[in-house]
């Protein structure tokens, strides 16, 4: 591991990248086994609870349980996902109340696997969902896979979260802004911040050079409406300012000589290096 002098950020080594890998492979995974329990009449604690199941199963340490809350006094977070649904934004805490046909639930999870970190979210339709949701979705998917290609074309963040915020603008949705995305490694939250818009700062000495070492993790959250966010009385869940819905795609995603690599895909054909527990789980959603 080597450090961007410019910057507070660890450049990871191939060796190291491919450590982070079966981190991303147990949090592919994870998704897998949410997938197909996002139906009508289901719980997102039930969902949770079979997340941290498998987390349990193969030894990995969920990231997310007991994460400290940034105020101080109030609960640290009690679960190993968050499960945000419809209008939240992030931040959600599962609960008992069962899922509805036209919902959206946005999951996020992470875990650390023999020290190395993997992060990654999806939001889910609840059956079918009107077009204006559909749209929500195919936007906040498509502005993730954009930042990930551009990676491969782009030599400053700065530049490829100016075409983020302008994708998501093009179709008239408002990009979260006070939520952003991070580095990632041996620790969930590394250097640099990872922005999913163009900003003053952005332009100085917050942006940072896309060089082979570098992971983030990439996570746009698209609003329908405005792009307030605020906090419920759990102190922790994020819902839009006026009650419209709200999405949020994230990958793990590695800077490699022979590109960017997204770290919490589904495993390649020919790959060997899966993390206990993942055999026979090789469908994709």
Known sequence: MKRDRAHRIELKSKREIGLMRQAGLAVWQAHQIAAPLMVPGNTTRQIDAAIEAYFEKIG?????????????????????????????????????????????VSIDTGCRLHGWCGDAAITHPIGAVDPQTQQLLDVTSGVLD????????????????????????????????????????????????????????????????????????????????????????????????????????????????DGPRALTTAPAPAESMDPPGLAGGKNSN
Request: glycine share 8%.
């Open 60 to 104: 990995a340490e969920p990231l997310f349980k007991n994460y400290p809350n940034s105020m101080r006094g109030q609960p640290a977070f009690p679960a190993v996902t968050c499960m945000s649904v419809n209008e939240a934004v992030v931040h959600g805490i599962p609960d008992d109340r069962p899922l509805e046909a036209g919902d959206i």
């Open 146 to 257: 954009l930042a990930i290609e551009l990676l491969a074309s782009k030599n400053r963040w700065s530049q490829i979260a100016q075409q983020m915020g302008q994708y998501v603008a093009d179709h008239r949705l408002a990009t979260v802004e006070c939520f952003v995305g991070h580095g990632i490694g041996r620790q969930m939250h590394e250097d640099p911040q990872v922005p999913n818009f163009r900003s003053r700062s952005l332009s100085g000495s917050s942006d940072f050079d896309i060089q082979p070492g570098l992971v983030i993790a990439i996570e746009p959250m698209v609003n329908v409406g405005t792009k307030q966010v605020k906090m419920l009385r759990d102190q922790w869940t994020q819902v839009t300012a006026d009650g419209q819905r709200s999405a949020h795609f994230e990958h793990t995603v590695a800077v490699t000589e």
